[in-house]
């Protein structure tokens, strides 16, 4: 089907028919993701399929891009790959929320409407990680930071699971 991938659907009435749809989306088009990019240029292969299991319309959502994200450290763009495929609960009415499958993530679709490129983003930001980082500090380029600026390597910086902590509360997220 043609996607219009902005415009509200009808849950049902495409979960009944079964309606897929496939296109590229550009990056330009994903405002919540943007903001971690160090270039909006390029698009993601979305693929999204209505359905229907125990009655209640669920979304099999599947994205597949290469993001240019902003490394953390060095500001300078490090590459992810992302390949996602899963499906979620386009919850039309909260009242039969007890109905769900726990196994399946629930999203809220108001008035029994849903917008693919809002699908699309959610799955995206689910793969983006909190802080995305080059591998090493070695494959970090020399960043805009002036000479002497460099942050100090420590031991911790390895290890501790809370390393990004600082930078999450300093982002407000
Ligand atoms: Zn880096």
Redesign the pocket.
Known sequence: MQADWLRPLDVDRHADAGDSWEFKLPLTQLPRLAQELSSVEGTVECRVMLSRERGQPVAEVRVSARLPLR??????P?WLPVEADSKVWLVTDPARADDLDPGIEPTLAPEGRVVLRDLVEEEILLAVPLVP??EG?A???P?DFAFGDEPEVTKDDTITPFAGLGELLKRGR
């Open positions: 490394c953390q450290r060095c500001m300078r490090v980082r080059h500090v494959d970090c380029g960043g």
